[in-house]
């Protein structure tokens, strides 16, 4: 039977030009900063009156704002670590006990993705202000944790559900005790899904407000220091603080997409 | 209980016993740190040993309203959400290879891009003397600027630009999984395109569209941060509710009470579109 030529009509036309427009919809944003963080204006002017990297000197020459940041990889690093050395082993308890209750703990595991994040951070703001850890990095730090542990045991667990564990007993079977097993044979096979486990930890920390806004005090993380900014005074040294971030975020997919063979495709379909 | 010899004896069990000393330092800190605290919060609301606090959310017209505001803005979201994100996954599980890693990328960099950055920069483009302003007035379509920003439109751009990618990610998830020669076997039973996509890809991506729904409604109902900037104090939100009572009224009682309602409705929400998934999967095996 002859195949129909399966040419591109016009609905498919129409559907391209759709996805563009949302394409474009959500990208516009992100391009919009760049103009504005080399302007040579003083306040938001578009199109910009000419070139200047005033807002960018004023960022790095500003103990405030560098300190702000400083705090922000730090939290978010301590984060990523903490959420990977809980989480990844979460993930085996969750993904191969067959337990009957598991099921309440795998929801557990996910529920503060679910709760609102105002009610997490009111609640562990009413504890920690009790414990005097208002103000204190690494408080913020460990909450932020809790928030990237559902991001760490969903990856996670999907990629351990699709491997075959019959390889992890075989290396016993030969001789390898269970960790020597899981250490170099289950998890390089996970590269993917830690990967990009670990990045969305660290950029959930990252970029996270609501919980920092209770805990950080005057300690601020960098979200917070934005957030003030944009409520005090908009000039466009916060320009120049978001293409930067914009642009650590493009490296970072960039280096995903180039290390992580998989890890993006895991990241969508999470 | 079985005494420690039949422990040793069972491997079965020896391995349930090491998952669960691997998971537990997690489970400890979720413990500590989510359960506790959440519940303890909720407690708060009845801790006078009445349902007073409670019944002034459910009770109070100006509650009331801002519960049904929060409600009306996260079903709007959600709707524009689905018709703009369906099909963008649509024509991504179509797209070449460049067409799916420039789509990806388009997705993914506003996705992992703060969402304070995002907010700021509509902010820029939606504002009186802002970019789209500026330029309608340079065309001279528009004499005085119009008002983008500081209401409800501006509040649910910037919410629907930051929940489009939840939207997408589990649809066309759904419709990766689609056996390709489903749509195959009923083009060669003379289906029109219209009808494959009627009647075979939509059913069979309903579970998709059922998981982003409830992520993008349960996320929008609890939003605080967009809400707060872009709605420039006309648009009041649940959790911007929460916050006023905890910071500025230190009213805990009913700001646990808040909580608890917002809680309850996010809860149910995703209760009732989980069933209506496994229907949806019932139906289109």
């Known amino acids: ?270 | 209980m079985s005494s420690p010899a039949a422990d040793r004896a069972s491997p079965a069990r020896r391995r349930e016993l090491a998952l669960l000393l691997l998971g537990l330092p997690a489970l400890l800190l979720l413990g500590v740190l989510f359960a506790w605290p959440v519940l303890r919060l909720l407690s708060m609301s009845v801790a006078d040993g009445t349902l007073h606090q409670l019944e002034r959310v459910v009770l109070d017209e100006l509650y009331v309203q801002v519960l049904f505001e929060s409600l009306k803005i996260a079903g709007l979201v959600t709707v524009i959400c689905l018709a703009l994100a369906y099909p963008v996954a649509l024509w991504l599980t179509k797209a070449g290879r460049i067409g799916l890693t420039l789509g990806m990328f388009a997705l993914l960099l506003p996705f992992w891009t703060s969402v304070l950055v995002r907010t700021y920069a509509w902010m820029v483009l939606l504002g009186r003397s802002g970019v789209i302003n500026r330029m309608l007035r340079d065309l001279g379509i528009i004499e005085y600027p119009l008002p983008l920003l500081h209401n409800l439109g501006g509040v649910l751009i910037g919410m629907v630009h930051v929940l489009v990618p939840y939207m997408v990610f589990p649809i066309y998830a759904a419709l990766l999984r689609i056996d390709p020669d489903l749509p195959r076997a009923a083009e060669g039973l003379g289906a029109s395109r219209w009808a494959i996509f009627r009647r075979v890809i939509l059913p069979l991506s309903l579970p998709g569209v059922a998981a982003g729904c409830a992520l993008v409604f349960v996320l929008s109902l609890g939003f605080f941060i967009t809400p707060a900037l872009l709605g420039g104090g006309q648009v009041m939100m649940i959790a911007m509710l929460i916050e006023q009572q905890v910071r500025e009224l230190l009213d805990w009682p009913f700001a646990a009470a808040l909580s608890a309602v917002l809680l309850a409705v996010t809860l149910v929400v995703y209760a009732a579109i989980g069933r209506l998934t496994k229907g949806a999967r019932l139906a289109s095996p």
């Open chain 1, 1 to 270: 039977m002859p195949r129909r030529e399966r040419r591109a009509g016009l609905p498919a036309i129409l559907l391209a030009c759709f996805a563009t427009v949302v394409f474009v919809f959500l990208m516009l944003p992100l391009l919009v900063v760049f103009p504005i963080s080399v302007s040579s204006a003083a306040y938001l002017q578009f199109p910009p009156p000419g070139f200047s990297w005033q807002w960018f000197q004023r960022y790095f020459n500003d103990p405030d704002w560098i300190d702000a940041t400083i705090r922000s990889f730090k939290v978010a690093a301590v984060c990523t670590v903490l959420a990977m050395t809980l989480g990844v082993p979460l993930s085996f308890l969750l993904v191969r006990s067959r337990r009957r209750g598991i099921w309440i703990l795998d929801r557990l595991a996910a529920a503060p993705i679910i709760v609102p994040t105002i009610i997490l951070s009111i609640s562990i703001y009413s504890i920690f202000v009790r414990l005097q850890l208002i103000g204190e990095w690494y408080g913020v730090a460990i909450a932020h944790t809790v928030l990237a542990l559902p991001f760490v045991v969903i990856l996670v667990g999907a990629g351990l559900r699709g491997f075959d564990e019959s390889q992890e007993q075989a290396a016993i079977g030969l001789g390898a005790s269970w960790p020597v097993a899981v250490w170099r044979i289950t998890l390089p096979q996970l590269r993917p899904s830690l990967i990009s486990a670990g990045f969305l930890a660290f950029i959930s920390s990252f970029d996270e407000l609501v919980v920092a806004m209770f805990l950080s005090g005057a300690s601020m993380t960098l979200p917070k220091k934005m957030f003030d900014n944009i409520m005090m005074e908009i000039d466009p040294t916060i320009a120049a603080v978001s293409v930067t971030q914009i642009l650590l975020v493009a490296l970072c997919l960039g280096l995903t997409a180039l290390f992580g063979k998989g890890a993006l495709a895991t990241t969508m379909s999470r």
